[in-house]
């Protein structure tokens, strides 16, 4: 099996990590910012937006289903505070968050990544538009230990809804692709096409100039900065 990417991240693995191998030596920075006990949370490879960002478990696992409760509260306490840094460093009101996540690795067609990971984007993107045909509302805590008929899910919400899709047509990127039909945007919406360096570049130099203003981190209880 090939090592994580993630997990080679965390270690400094430059040979098996993707980010450190390939986009660092563009960017020129870490990407790993801002953390809590359990995640660390960092711009997304093909940020489709300044501040899209992946909320992303230190320990190894292939859906946010399979977190603990202490996690989920976790998750849950980091979303609400990175509205705070949203609003603090874009001035953006507005989230949207959404999560492939794979249930049976061998089986799964939707993810790129074999480890948990919840992209969040500070913008407003209309539930209804994205064409699921069948999905159920819920809680962040409730997608503990789901009961799913299929090898993965699609979860999704804001902060007022989230819901879960079991729909098994939509591709391995298909809300990446939703989301990027919806703004209007110019770039490409696959990753692996588009690495958007630019939108990487400008939340790091933005969320750096805010940690520097912000050295005691006011606006946070769960987040913190790494010292990186």
């Not at 953006?92 to 999560?99: A, D, H, K, P, R």
């Not at 409730?142 to 090898?151: F, Q």
């Not at 993965?152 to 391995?172: E, R, V, W």
């Amino acid at each position: 099996m090939d090592k994580c990417s993630y997990c080679a991240e965390f270690a400094g693995d430059i040979d098996n990590s993707y980010y450190l191998k390939n986009i660092m030596p563009v960017i020129g920075v870490n990407r790993l910012r801002l953390e809590s006990l359990s995640f660390y949370i960092f711009p997304s490879v093909g940020s489709l937006i300044s501040g899209h960002l992946l909320i992303v478990p230190k320990r190894h696992y292939t859906a946010l289903s399979m977190a603990t409760i202490d996690e989920i509260v976790e998750l849950e306490a980091i979303i609400h505070e990175l509205q705070s840094i949203y609003k603090a460093v874009l001035g953006s009101n507005y989230i949207f968050y959404f999560e492939h996540g794979i249930l049976d690795v061998d089986k799964s067609l939707m993810s790129c990544v074999d480890h948990a990971h919840l992209h969040i984007i500070p913008t407003a993107v209309d539930a209804n538009d994205l064409n699921f045909k069948h999905i159920e509302s819920l809680n962040i805590s409730e997608i503990i230990n789901i009961k799913a008929p299929t090898p993965d899910y699609i979860f999704f919400g804001d902060d007022k809804k989230s819901y879960l899709s079991f729909d098994q047509d939509k591709h391995a990127q298909y809300l990446r692709k939703a989301v990027h039909e919806q703004l209007k945007l110019q770039s490409h919406w696959n990753w692996r096409n588009d690495a958007q360096y630019a939108n990487i570049k400008s939340w790091m130099d933005r969320l750096n100039t805010f940690i520097l203003q912000h050295p005691k981190n006011e606006l946070c209880n769960v987040i913190s900065f790494c010292n990186n």
